[in-house]
């Protein structure tokens, strides 16, 4: 039988490769300060008002309100006087505006200008299996973080990009599994402090220490905790080569996707060393399905690991194998429906 007209269409795979398009339009809309200017004009603008506040011309203004209408980000409709107005589409408020406590700005900032930079190296990070800093920005990354840290803009840059994800994440993985056992804890690689602020909003009787790099450890201080809390200490070091701070559990967000299995054991023994017996470690990550069917923020992470870090995502049975390998037990998974999930392992008592 003759396949339907509509079958043979290839919608999905036109809409992969514009897809880029799509991410583009996000990006520049963002950066140029379209929704936190329609946001604050609170009245819906025309296409020639928006150009006037932002310094851009009147056509390419808009074909990209329109654009943004189209990828329902923002919505148009006719005024009393038959011209077109624009507003803000509900999310686009919520997740799109700087100064929104949800807001999404700083990771599309570093999408559009850093990852997206090292994306257009993939072939090459596929065929030589390594990251492309050396193609994308021209500085070697034998010292990974060295070469993600090249300039004190670019870590502030990247520590927002960290930071702003856990605007819509932070509580889940943290209240994933019930840790107010745990009085001390100690975020290592805990950047710029976003999962200690959960931690303490949550367990009202924990301290937490936030465990990173010196230069981290002072801009966190400086751009990233705003007002002095108690509960929350820093402790600069390398988590690779100093000794780490005693606790009862040790936090490591997105910190093992960063490296290969071997440095992730060599860590793994380190906290298991230091962690207080009873005590345990809370391994946050995204999570790829066991039998390779997705989901697809996982797959097109680990893509993005390869043109960016010396890692990969992993399957939990992946991240329970290297627990287990570090000599953590009881290790339980919690997925919490959302990009990023929790897994909990206990250094058990004799
Ligand atoms: C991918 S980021 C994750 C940040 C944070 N845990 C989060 O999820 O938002 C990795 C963190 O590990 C820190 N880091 C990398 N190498 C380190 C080392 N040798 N010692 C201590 N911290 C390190 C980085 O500075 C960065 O803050």
């Known amino acids: 039988m003759a396949a339907a007209k509509e079958d ?3 919608k999905r795979i036109l809409e992969y490769m514009e897809g880029f398009m799509m991410s583009k339009t996000l990006f520049v809309a963002c ?7 329609l946001h604050a004009s609170g009245r819906p603008l025309t296409a020639e008002e928006v150009a006037q506040e932002l310094g851009t011309s009147k056509d390419g203004t808009e074909r990209l309100l329109s ?12 005024d009393e006087t038959g011209r077109v107005v624009y507003s803000n589409a509900e999310m686009s408020s919520m997740f799109l505006t700087k100064s929104s406590p949800r807001s999404l700005y700083h990771s599309i900032e570093y999408n559009s ?12 990070a596929i065929r030589e299996g390594t990251n492309q800093y050396e193609r994308a920005f021209g500085i070697s990354s034998k010292d990974l973080f060295k070469a993600l840290y090249r300039s004190e803009e670019e870590m502030v840059k990247f520590m927002q990009l960290m930071n702003s994800i856990w605007n819509i994440c932070g509580q889940d993985v943290i209240s994933a599994f019930n840790l107010s056992q745990f009085r001390s804890i100690c975020d290592l690689g805990g950047c710029s402090g976003a999962l200690a602020k959960q ?9 937490v220490t936030i465990f990173d790099l010196p230069e981290v450890v002072r801009v966190c201080r400086d751009h990233f905790l705003s007002e002095e ?15 780490l701070p005693e606790a009862d559990l040790y936090i ?15 860590l793994l023994n380190k906290v298991y060393q230091a962690c207080r017996p009873g005590g345990g470690v809370l391994v946050i990550e995204s999570l790829l399905y066991e039998d390779d069917s997705g989901p697809l923020s996982a797959q097109l992470y680990t893509l993005n690991m390869l043109v960016q870090t010396e890692g990969r995502e992993r399957k939990a049975s992946e991240y329970t194998h290297l627990l287990d390998a570090a000599g953590f037990r009881d290790t339980h998974v919690h997925m919490t429906g959302k990009l990023y999930h929790s897994i909990l392992a206990r250094k058990m008592t004799e």
């Open 8 to 10: 043979i269409y290839p």
């Open 113 to 124: 200008n850093t990852i997206y930079l090292c994306w257009r190296y993939l072939t090459d």
């Open 67 to 78: 654009a943004c209408v189209g990828l329902e980000l923002l919505s148009a409709q006719s």
């Open 229 to 243: 809390n108690e509960r929350i200490l820093l402790h600069e070091g390398d988590f690779f080569n100093d000794d």
């Open 252 to 266: 490591l967000a997105r910190i093992l996707h960063d490296w290969t299995d071997d440095r992730c054991i060599d």
């Open 199 to 207: 931690c303490v909003s949550i367990y009202p009787t924990c301290k």
């Open 31 to 37: 950066e140029l300060g379209v929704f936190d200017h």
